[in-house]
């Protein structure tokens, strides 16, 4: 009987623990990038701080470490780069501004940590610049960057194909994310765009399907092809005053539910929001200058029959080509052409 007894109090216990104990206990947490508390040096150790992204969950956690000794530097026109991770053993990398004889690190070179197995943070010093080309590309195990305002430039494809980042801090003088910059990153959900971005390139961030919002800065001027193509998880996105450019294919195969587009947008690329089937509601303010539809290639291509268009033109504007509008063209002989329901201002719903 006591045996019993004992056995069904320990099945209980299993069965409401999940049910009080959060996610700490329930499943591993998704932790944003480090911030800095303490300035690490190479003899004593600094402190950061992190906290958990999920919904409700209020977990923070602390971690105290040296700068990272053993890695290798090269020199190109009197300035000091990160060349790879040498010797270094870290996981959780803190890249100093100085090197251990005291030379300023300029910045951290191309595909310094190309494919790393190991790492899964990184941390780049204060007074460091530049971020090379592929630097982190590949590195699967990495999980969150902490990049200082200083870095003003970061390469294309610097983190291409990290599948497990799920948070980045990224520079407040960055003007521009490069092309294919965080493509293929599969876990990527917390980025901080910096007030005083202007660029999105080609492909920055295709294929993050776990990315759900992007809350641009009123900098913002252009978003490139293919940018956020495939973020199947995207259903917000803010479409700043100041934006001139969404380039073709931008956010084509995402799962936005909306677009209100801002009145300083000049231009308004063939497809791009293609196959976006969650897509219901766009509003096409009247100063948009051009709206491109080469061979029908409208920017709503094939994306929700429920979509509704709405602008505070009278008629469709010279600039906007004959097939702005057209949601489906069918195979020769197979049917008629399908378009997207426009309402005009001078139109009630």
């Known amino acids: 009987m006591k045996r019993t007894a004992i056995t069904c109090a320990l099945v209980l216990t299993a069965l409401c623990l999940p049910l009080f104990s959060g996610c700490q206990r329930t499943r591993a947490h998704t932790m944003s990038a480090y911030t800095v508390l303490e300035e690490p040096t190479y003899s004593s ?4 701080s992190r906290s958990c992204l999920d919904a409700g969950c209020d977990y923070t956690e602390t971690k105290e470490l040296r700068a990272s000794a053993g890695l290798i530097y090269t020199e190109s026109d009197g300035r000091i780069y990160v060349a790879g991770k040498g010797g270094c053993t870290d996981s959780v990398i803190y890249i100093s501004s100085e090197t251990q004889d005291q030379k300023k690190v300029y910045g951290i070179g191309a595909s310094a940590f190309l494919d790393d197995k190991q790492i899964t943070a990184v941390i780049v010093g204060k007074d460091v610049r530049e971020i090379g080309s592929g630097a982190f590309a590949g590195c699967e195990a990495l999980e969150s960057v902490t990049l200082p305002d200083s870095a003003a430039t970061i390469g294309s494809e610097c983190f291409l194909s990290c599948e497990a980042l799920a948070s980045v801090r990224l520079p407040a003088s960055l003007s521009a994310i490069p092309d294919n910059c965080f493509c293929g990153c599969i876990s990527l959900i917390d980025v901080s765009f910096p007030v005083g971005l202007e660029t999105i390139g080609y492909s920055a961030f295709n ?16 978003v490139g092809s293919f940018a956020f193509c495939d973020c199947t998880s995207l259903t917000f996105c803010s479409f700043p005053t100041g934006l001139t450019s ?3 294919y931008s956010f084509s195969g ?6 209100l587009l801002p009145p300083t947008l000049e231009k308004l690329g063939s497809c791009a929001f293609y196959r976006c089937r969650s897509l219901t509601d766009v509003f096409l303010p009247k100063e948009v200058r051009t709206v491109e539809a080469p061979e029908g290639m409208s920017p709503f291509y094939e994306s929700s029959d429920q979509l509704t268009v709405r602008t505070d033109a009278l008629e469709k504007s010279p600039g906007w080509d004959e ?10 002989g197979n049917g008629e052409t399908v378009r997207v329901r426009v309402l005009y201002k001078q139109q009630k719903n």
């Open 45 to 48: 150790k600094g402190k950061l």
């Open 207 to 222: 294929r993050c399907s776990s990315l759900n919002a992007a809350v641009f800065p009123e900098t913002l001027q252009t």
């Open 246 to 248: 969404l380039s073709p």
């Open 254 to 259: 995402s799962g936005l539910k909306s677009a």
């Open 323 to 332: 097939g702005f509008d057209i949601l489906f063209i069918p195979d020769a």
